[in-house]
């Protein structure tokens, strides 16, 4: 399972290359909690390559975004699919999440 990160000026840009799913969680934790180390608190997450999300990922997405809050910081998501999308709607993530669909706008919605 592959991930890249980027940054660009203070945010950072993680793309998953897997679904956000119980089984594979392990990779996008480490990022997240790589970031925390080196206080990177503006994040983006890429879901371009997310197919889908389950229950624990959207718990493993919850748990960050209160991670990163309490430092003061935010978590983005940017390009869901229409399924990602949908599952994020339907469970209310978007109380906790600003969506984008567009990456660049994503980023310098931090501005």
């Not at 991930?3 to 969680?25: D, H, N």
């Not at 990779?27 to 997310?50: A, G, S």
Request: charged share 25%; net charge neutral.
């Amino acid at each position: 399972m592959n991930i890249k990160r980027s940054k660009t000026g203070t945010v950072t840009f993680i793309t998953p290359e897997f679904p956000i799913i119980e089984e594979g969680l392990d990779p996008l934790n480490r990022e997240i909690k790589e970031c925390m180390e080196r206080n990177e608190i503006r994040i983006v997450i890429n879901f371009t390559q997310v197919p889908f999300i389950d229950s624990k990922g959207l718990e493993a997405l919850l748990d960050y975004h209160n991670k990163i809050r309490k430092r003061g910081g935010t978590i983005k998501i940017a390009n869901p699919n229409p399924i990602c999308n949908e599952i994020l709607n339907i469970t209310n993530m978007t109380t906790y999440f600003e969506i984008y669909f567009d990456l660049e706008k994503a980023g310098r919605s931090f501005l």
